[in-house]
């Protein structure tokens, strides 16, 4: 399809993406009414900033309690690198 392999037009057939700035409560305000109906929240924003935010797993799961809470590091959640910001 117009440049894409079959393999990735196949493998990400009806799903969809969004772009929020979490810094504009506008945007806060979209992803609060995306996770009344979510399944999974992932995020790989650098290590502590979804927590100051309130996108914890401890932060959201009183609200969404069947919600599940992927955190991405580049580095882990310990050891010398965890505080580094992953490209």
Request: proline share 6%; aromatic share 6%.
């Amino acid at each position: 399809m117009r440049g894409q392999s079959s393999h990735f037009v196949w493998t990400n057939r009806s799903k969809e993406s969004l772009t929020l700035d979490l810094k504009n409560p506008d945007a806060m305000a979209v992803l609060s009414s995306l996770l009344q109906s979510a399944d999974v929240l992932v995020q790989n924003l650098a290590p502590g900033a979804a927590a100051r935010m309130g996108l914890s797993f401890e932060a959201l799961s009183p609200k969404h309690p069947k919600l599940i809470v992927c955190d991405i590091s580049g580095y882990g959640e310990d050891g010398p690198y965890r505080d580094k910001k992953s490209l």
